[in-house]
Protein backbone atom coordinates (compact mmCIF):
# COMPACT_ATOMS: atom_id res chain seq x y z
CA UNK A 1 0.00 0.00 0.00
CA UNK A 2 2.81 2.53 0.91
CA UNK A 3 4.49 1.35 -2.19
CA UNK A 4 1.51 2.55 -4.71
CA UNK A 5 0.88 5.86 -2.47
CA UNK A 6 4.70 6.73 -3.20
CA UNK A 7 4.48 5.87 -6.93
CA UNK A 8 1.03 7.84 -7.00
CA UNK A 9 2.48 10.87 -5.51
CA UNK A 10 5.92 10.65 -7.54
CA UNK A 11 3.43 10.18 -10.80
CA UNK A 12 1.48 13.27 -9.55
CA UNK A 13 5.02 15.53 -9.28
CA UNK A 14 6.09 14.46 -12.51
CA UNK A 15 2.26 15.49 -13.83
CA UNK A 16 2.72 19.14 -12.51
CA UNK A 17 6.09 19.60 -14.14
CA UNK A 18 5.84 21.62 -16.72
CA UNK A 19 8.91 21.02 -18.84
CA UNK A 20 10.49 17.79 -19.57
CA UNK A 21 13.64 19.58 -20.09
CA UNK A 22 13.82 20.67 -16.18
CA UNK A 23 14.13 16.78 -14.86
CA UNK A 24 16.95 15.08 -15.12
CA UNK A 25 18.26 11.59 -13.03
CA UNK A 26 21.36 10.83 -11.53
CA UNK A 27 22.64 7.11 -10.57
CA UNK A 28 23.60 7.80 -7.19
CA UNK A 29 24.95 4.37 -6.26
CA UNK A 30 27.33 4.99 -9.25
CA UNK A 31 28.52 8.55 -7.85
CA UNK A 32 29.14 7.01 -4.75
CA UNK A 33 31.35 3.98 -6.19
CA UNK A 34 33.26 5.91 -8.77
CA UNK A 35 34.47 9.09 -7.62
CA UNK A 36 37.59 9.34 -5.66
CA UNK A 37 36.52 9.62 -2.67
CA UNK A 38 34.66 7.00 -2.97
CA UNK A 39 36.65 4.32 -4.46
CA UNK A 40 39.87 5.67 -1.57
CA UNK A 41 37.21 4.44 0.92
CA UNK A 42 36.06 1.05 -0.76
CA UNK A 43 39.78 0.60 -1.15
CA UNK A 44 40.59 1.67 2.46
CA UNK A 45 37.91 -0.66 3.47
CA UNK A 46 38.56 -4.13 1.21
CA UNK A 47 42.05 -3.34 2.97
CA UNK A 48 40.82 -3.16 6.14
CA UNK A 49 38.75 -6.53 5.69
CA UNK A 50 41.35 -8.60 3.75
CA UNK A 51 44.16 -7.68 6.68
CA UNK A 52 41.85 -8.54 9.57
CA UNK A 53 40.71 -11.64 7.95
CA UNK A 54 44.78 -12.78 7.18
CA UNK A 55 44.87 -12.05 10.83
CA UNK A 56 41.87 -14.48 12.26
CA UNK A 57 42.80 -16.77 9.99
CA UNK A 58 46.12 -17.34 11.68
CA UNK A 59 44.69 -17.08 14.99
CA UNK A 60 42.31 -19.92 13.48
CA UNK A 61 45.41 -22.11 12.22
CA UNK A 62 47.04 -21.90 15.55
CA UNK A 63 43.58 -22.69 17.50
CA UNK A 64 42.97 -25.45 15.55
CA UNK A 65 47.10 -26.66 16.44
CA UNK A 66 46.25 -26.35 20.11
CA UNK A 67 43.29 -28.70 19.71
CA UNK A 68 44.78 -31.19 17.68
CA UNK A 69 47.78 -31.21 20.63
CA UNK A 70 44.73 -31.42 23.35
CA UNK A 71 43.11 -34.14 21.74
CA UNK A 72 46.66 -36.09 20.88
CA UNK A 73 47.43 -35.80 24.68
CA UNK A 74 44.13 -37.15 25.97
CA UNK A 75 45.33 -40.68 27.19
CA UNK A 76 48.21 -38.65 29.41
CA UNK A 77 46.35 -35.97 31.06
CA UNK A 78 43.94 -36.27 33.32
CA UNK A 79 40.43 -36.27 33.29
CA UNK A 80 40.68 -32.52 35.01
CA UNK A 81 43.52 -31.32 33.16
CA UNK A 82 42.11 -32.15 30.06
CA UNK A 83 38.60 -30.58 30.83
CA UNK A 84 40.62 -27.04 31.81
CA UNK A 85 42.71 -27.31 28.41
CA UNK A 86 39.55 -27.95 26.65
CA UNK A 87 37.65 -24.75 28.58
CA UNK A 88 40.48 -22.53 27.96
CA UNK A 89 40.31 -23.63 24.12
CA UNK A 90 36.63 -23.07 24.35
CA UNK A 91 37.17 -19.70 25.79
CA UNK A 92 39.86 -18.85 22.70
CA UNK A 93 37.87 -19.99 20.60
CA UNK A 94 35.01 -17.57 21.76
CA UNK A 95 37.25 -14.48 22.11
CA UNK A 96 38.26 -15.00 18.39
CA UNK A 97 34.68 -15.34 17.34
CA UNK A 98 33.99 -11.92 19.23
CA UNK A 99 36.90 -10.23 18.25
CA UNK A 100 35.37 -10.89 14.43
CA UNK A 101 32.25 -9.81 14.77
CA UNK A 102 33.85 -6.50 16.58
CA UNK A 103 35.53 -6.17 13.49
CA UNK A 104 32.91 -6.71 11.14
CA UNK A 105 30.64 -4.31 12.82
CA UNK A 106 33.94 -1.51 13.05
CA UNK A 107 33.70 -2.03 9.04
CA UNK A 108 30.13 -1.57 8.46
CA UNK A 109 30.15 1.38 10.56
CA UNK A 110 32.73 2.77 8.97
CA UNK A 111 30.86 2.29 5.67
CA UNK A 112 27.97 4.13 6.84
CA UNK A 113 29.78 6.90 8.21
CA UNK A 114 31.90 6.89 4.58
CA UNK A 115 28.99 7.15 2.67
CA UNK A 116 26.94 9.32 5.19
CA UNK A 117 29.97 11.83 4.68
CA UNK A 118 29.82 11.35 0.58
CA UNK A 119 26.35 12.25 0.37
CA UNK A 120 26.88 15.25 2.53
CA UNK A 121 28.91 16.51 0.16
CA UNK A 122 27.64 15.33 -2.64
CA UNK A 123 23.94 17.13 -1.89
CA UNK A 124 25.39 20.99 -2.15
CA UNK A 125 27.33 20.07 -5.49
CA UNK A 126 23.73 18.59 -6.60
CA UNK A 127 21.66 21.40 -5.85
CA UNK A 128 24.62 24.23 -7.03
CA UNK A 129 24.01 22.49 -10.43
CA UNK A 130 20.47 22.42 -10.23
CA UNK A 131 20.70 26.61 -10.09
CA UNK A 132 23.18 26.86 -12.43
CA UNK A 133 21.07 24.86 -15.24
CA UNK A 134 17.95 25.38 -13.86
CA UNK A 135 17.03 21.98 -13.38
CA UNK A 136 13.54 22.04 -10.63
CA UNK A 137 13.87 17.74 -10.17
CA UNK A 138 16.82 15.29 -9.66
CA UNK A 139 15.53 11.51 -9.23
CA UNK A 140 17.71 8.81 -8.72
CA UNK A 141 18.32 6.66 -11.45
CA UNK A 142 17.09 3.18 -9.83
CA UNK A 143 13.35 5.15 -9.63
CA UNK A 144 13.59 5.99 -12.90
CA UNK A 145 11.80 3.12 -15.76
CA UNK A 146 12.99 4.56 -18.91
CA UNK A 147 14.66 7.87 -19.77
CA UNK A 148 16.37 9.44 -22.42
CA UNK A 149 20.41 9.16 -21.45
CA UNK A 150 20.96 12.82 -22.29
CA UNK A 151 18.49 13.37 -18.83
CA UNK A 152 21.27 11.40 -16.85
CA UNK A 153 23.84 14.09 -14.79
CA UNK A 154 25.88 11.67 -12.84
CA UNK A 155 29.23 11.46 -15.26
CA UNK A 156 28.82 15.96 -14.78
CA UNK A 157 28.30 15.29 -10.83
CA UNK A 158 31.28 12.50 -10.51
CA UNK A 159 33.33 15.37 -12.01
CA UNK A 160 32.22 18.24 -9.70
CA UNK A 161 32.40 15.97 -6.83
CA UNK A 162 35.90 15.17 -7.84
CA UNK A 163 37.00 18.43 -7.61
CA UNK A 164 35.18 19.29 -4.95
CA UNK A 165 36.11 16.56 -2.11
CA UNK A 166 39.33 14.18 -2.91
CA UNK A 167 39.31 12.41 0.43
CA UNK A 168 37.26 11.12 3.23
CA UNK A 169 38.84 10.78 7.01
CA UNK A 170 37.99 7.45 7.50
CA UNK A 171 40.35 6.48 10.58
Do not use: C, H, W
Not at 2 to 21: E, G, H, T
Amino acid sequence: MKKYFVIILFSFLLINIVNADEVYFLDVSKVLNTSKAGKQAQDYLKNKIESDNKKYQATEKKLLEKEKEIIAKKNVLSGEEYKKQIESLRKQVNALQKNKQQSLNDVAKTRAKARNDLIKALNPIIKQYMTSNKIKLVVDKKNVILGDANLDITDKIISELNKNLKSLKLN
